[in-house]
Structures are given as structure tokens and as C-alpha cells.
Nanobody, 115 residues
Framework: QVQPLESGGGLVQPGGSLRLSCAAS????????MNWYRQAPGKARELVAT???????NYADSVKGRFTISRDNAKNTVYLQMNSLKFEDTAVYYC?????????WGQGTQVTVSS
């Protein structure tokens, strides 16, 4: 079964850091754009960060300067380094692989920012 697998979520205090990982299998990882989305309770899922096949990155305004997306094609893994976390970053974070008509979603990992 093709499904990205997220890890690294947890509970962190405001101002803290977490690194999410997403390990992919079952498809040619390097051929896909990779994205991190998040969904907070009662809110729509939103795109947080993108890294293209060629390594170009893009971020939501709400996380620019705090989050960094990266990928390691040799390990079929995409990362999201999250620094200076805020209460409003609390959400389930999802890994997404996308290329043209093909798309795969992970099951999500919970990130909770709380004092």
C-alpha cells in the first residue's frame, strides 16, 4: 500500500521546536512534489510548506521564517523543521505527495503547542 508515514509530532511549549519526518514508499519519491498540510480543530486543512522535485520551497505566510521544509531523496524522506512554535501551530500535520494526477496522503501526526 502506498502511504507516506509521518512521525515526530508531540507536545511542545511555545517557543519550542519539533522536526517532523515523512517516510515514503511504494512510489518514486524523487518524482513527486512534497507538501506538508495541517488541520486545526474546526478549521479547513491548509498548505504549510512545499518542496518541489527540484528542491524549490514555498511556505504559508504564517510559518515563513519559522518552518523549514527539506527532502532527502536517498532516504525517500521529507522533513519539516518547526521552530519558534506558537499556540496557533497546534494541528494535525499531514504529509502529501503530488505529481500531476497522482496524490498520496499520510495519516497525520499531532502537534500540540501548550504551556
Amino acid at each position: 500500500q502506498v502511504q507516506p508515514l509521518e512521525s515526530g509530532g508531540g507536545l511542545v511549549q511555545p517557543g519550542g521546536s519539533l522536526r517532523l519526518s515523512c517516510a515514503a514508499s511504494g512510489f518514486t519519491f524523487s518524482s513527486y512534489n512534497m507538501n506538508w498540510y495541517r488541520q486545526a480543530p474546526g478549521k479547513a486543512r491548509e498548505l504549510v510548506a512545499t518542496i518541489t522535485r527540484g528542491g524549490i520551497t514555498n511556505y504559508a505566510d504564517s510559518v515563513k521564517g519559522r518552518f523549514t521544509i527539506s527532502r532527502d531523496n536517498a532516504k525517500n524522506t521529507v522533513y519539516l523543521q518547526m521552530n519558534s512554535l506558537k499556540f496557533e501551530d497546534t494541528a494535525v500535520y499531514y504529509c502529501n505527495a503530488h505529481w500531476i494526477y497522482q496524490e498520496y496522503w499520510g495519516q497525520g501526526t499531532q502537534v500540540t503547542v501548550s504551556s
